[in-house]
């Protein structure tokens, strides 16, 4: 079955800079990259997603990219802000999702 | 995107007992999933709950322990049977929007601690 793997476990920034997430998958097949954001006690929450057939996707200060050659896609989020802190997972589907193990981001003033 | 109610939010419930955890979509939705994420862990894949057969699992879960119903498009049941503390989790539905759109969305879950 697939296999996501995801880097770093824990990252910390200053507010303002940038942060990126990176994840490889394992199944040439997987055709669907969503992100997610977990805040403490909460359920995920889809904040980006990029479908097998289109390289680079961007929302506003958030944007992921697919290598699918490499087989291998990334979250950027850019002018990060406090409330960015969270955990994010990154997965990948053949119809039914993998999650890496997720990245802990904290925001630092 | 689909509306998902799950209930219940959280339970603390003797080891040996059983407690089943209710999904509830306000739309048909082809494929429902169910997970469990374990204290500061990753989200992993219990089974998808099919419409009118049983459901598939995934490797290290099995029905005796993980029964699941699906009685129609827009309801699920998960049974947590035979707890453990190591059962202690969080169970959480998700749904596939489906038509052709991925959309996957995830319950406010169920918090369970076995004592």
């Known amino acids: 079955g697939e296999n996501v793997e995801q880097h770093p476990s824990t990252l910390s920034v200053q507010e303002g800079d940038s942060a990126v997430i990176k994840c490889t998958y394992s199944?040439?097949?997987?055709?669907?990259f969503p992100w997610y954001k977990q805040e403490l006690g909460k359920r995920p929450q889809l904040i980006i997603d990029?479908?097998?057939?289109?390289g680079e996707k961007k929302d506003q200060r958030i944007a992921v990219t697919l290598n699918k050659t490499a087989k291998h896609f990334s979250l950027h989020i850019t002018e990060t802000q406090p409330e960015d802190s969270a955990v994010y997972f990154c997965?990948?589907?053949?119809?039914?999702?993998?999650f890496g193990t997720g990245t802990r981001l904290q925001v630092t003033l | 995107s689909a509306v998902i109610s799950q209930k219940p939010s959280r339970d603390i419930c003797q080891r040996g007992t059983s407690l089943t955890i209710q999904c509830q979509v306000d739309?048909?939705?082809?494929?429902m999933f169910w997970y469990r994420q374990q204290p500061g862990q990753s989200l992993t894949l219990i089974a998808t709950?099919?419409?009118?057969?049983?459901?598939?699992?995934e490797s290290g879960f099995v029905i005796d322990k993980f029964p699941i119903s699906r009685p129609n498009l827009t309801f699920s049941t998960l049974t947590v049977s035979n707890m453990s503390p190591e059962d202690s989790s969080i169970y959480l539905c998700?749904?596939?929007?489906?038509?052709?759109?991925?959309?996957?969305?995830f319950g406010s879950g169920t918090r369970l601690t076995v004592v």
């Open positions: 998700s749904v596939d929007t489906g038509l052709g759109l991925y959309g996957y969305t």
């Open positions: 199944d040439s097949a997987s055709n669907y």
């Open positions: 990029i479908r097998s057939n289109v």
């Open positions: 997965a990948a589907s053949i119809r039914k999702l993998t």
């Open positions: 739309s048909q939705v082809t494929m």
């Open positions: 709950a099919n419409q009118g057969s049983e459901a598939t699992y």
